[in-house]
């Protein structure tokens, strides 16, 4: 069975500061996918950044990169210069491709990430 | 395309009724994912289908719990009769299939408080 772990449920940063959000999985598959999703207060679920398994680079979206270290099976999020904007909940997610069924997406328990200015 | 839309956002109902929520993917996309938001669960997969296609209910809680996928741009799911428990947000998402992964897009939720 797959698994994403979260272990920070909030964290604090100084505004433009650069924050690292963990995230851990678990999974047996060979060829899966991680993402992360941002989720403010407002309630919508945000796209954030994509890593595939086979990914040898490590996925970077503006001032989002993904840290995947796959013999740790970790997926870090960075994000670099932290604006007031980014006070938010953030999810980190998994597919799976299994070979025989379709692929579902997992979600961990999400890190709240607040900006003091 | 106007995204994943969901209705109603807001439904407050009373114990024992039967509650409907509503979802229209993305033209296009062949997954339709459906998730309970809660406080203390956080985000918990209930059902995926796959070209209308049920693969895995292994999520929802109850039998009180059914949902549907009657073709590619509708799909409902159905709480009866509803409990106090039930109450959180409820999201809908859709996901093209591809070679590679995509991600998948949400709608806005649909906020239930079951009284």
């Known amino acids: 069975a797959q698994k994403i772990t979260q272990t920070q449920p909030g964290m604090f940063v100084q505004e433009k500061e650069a924050v690292t959000l963990d995230c851990t999985y678990d999974?047996?598959?060979?060829?899966?996918?991680l993402f992360w999703y941002k989720q403010p207060s407002s309630g919508e679920m945000i796209f954030l950044i994509y890593?595939?398994?086979?990914?040898?680079q490590n996925a970077t979206e503006g001032r989002y990169s993904l840290n995947f270290q796959k013999a740790r099976k970790s997926a870090n999020l960075v994000i670099s210069a932290s604006q007031l904007g980014d006070s938010a909940m953030y999810f980190c997610?998994?597919?799976?491709?299994?070979?025989?069924?379709?692929?579902?997406?997992?979600f961990g328990s999400g890190t709240r990430l607040s900006i003091r200015p | 395309d106007a995204g994943v839309i969901q209705s109603p956002r807001h439904e407050v109902t009373e114990m024992g009724q039967e509650v409907t929520l509503r979802c229209k993917p993305i033209?296009?996309?062949?997954?339709l994912f459906w998730y309970r938001q809660t406080m203390m669960r956080g985000l918990e997969l209930l059902i995926y289908?796959?070209?209308?296609?049920?693969?895995?209910d292994s999520g929802m809680p109850e039998d009180r719990f059914s949902a549907k996928m009657p073709n590619a741009s509708f799909s409902t799911l159905k709480i009866q009769p509803s409990e106090p428990r039930d109450s959180a947000v409820y999201f809908c998402?859709?996901?093209?299939?591809?070679?590679?992964?995509?991600?998948?897009?949400f709608g806005q939720g649909t906020r239930l408080t079951v009284v």
């Open positions: 997610a998994m597919s799976s491709l299994p070979a025989s069924s379709a692929s579902k997406i997992i």
């Open positions: 999974t047996s598959d060979q060829s899966y996918g």
């Open positions: 289908f796959n070209n209308n296609v049920p693969i895995d």
């Open positions: 890593q595939g398994s086979y990914d040898e």
């Open positions: 998402a859709s996901r093209l299939d591809r070679d590679r992964d995509t991600e998948a897009f």
């Open positions: 033209s296009g996309h062949d997954y």
